[in-house]
């Protein structure tokens, strides 16, 4: 199994930064991507961004694109997400994921998550 722990979330203005980190444990070695996902009240969990753990390459929602950026660092199994220009529209639960399907996007495709941070942006 895999452990995924989430950190960084809070309350910022519009046009504010923060960055959110996931720290992975367990069996590492089985993940080839992880995934950035966030749920909004009265909203299904949506994909926000995904790195894979070899080469870092990206891929990253329409609604982000700009915005954010994930990035990973490999010595300490974390995974962060630096989300800029916050919107309200960002506010949401958002959650870290890993998954062994090359930049998935589906939340079909991670079999494992955490346990979300709150990301709440005020207008």
């Known amino acids: 199994q895999v452990q995924l722990v989430e950190s960084g979330g809070g309350l910022v203005q519009a046009g504010g930064s923060l960055r959110l980190s996931c720290t992975a444990s367990?069996?590492?070695?089985?993940?080839?991507?992880m995934g950035w996902f966030r749920r909004a009240p009265g909203k299904e969990r949506e994909f926000v961004a995904a790195?894979?753990?070899?080469?870092?390459?990206?891929s990253y929602a329409d609604s982000v694109k700009g915005r954010f950026t994930i990035s990973r660092d490999n010595a300490k199994n974390t995974v962060y997400l630096q989300m800029n220009s916050l919107k309200s529209e960002d506010t949401a639960v958002y959650y870290c994921?890993?998954?062994?399907?090359?930049?998935?996007?589906?939340?079909?495709?991670?079999?494992?998550w955490g346990q979300g941070t709150q990301v709440t942006v005020s207008s």
């Open positions: 994921a890993s998954g062994t399907t090359i930049l998935a996007r589906r939340v079909s495709q991670y079999a494992y």
């Open positions: 367990g069996r590492i070695f089985s993940v080839y991507t």
């Open positions: 790195i894979t753990w070899s080469s870092g390459d990206t």
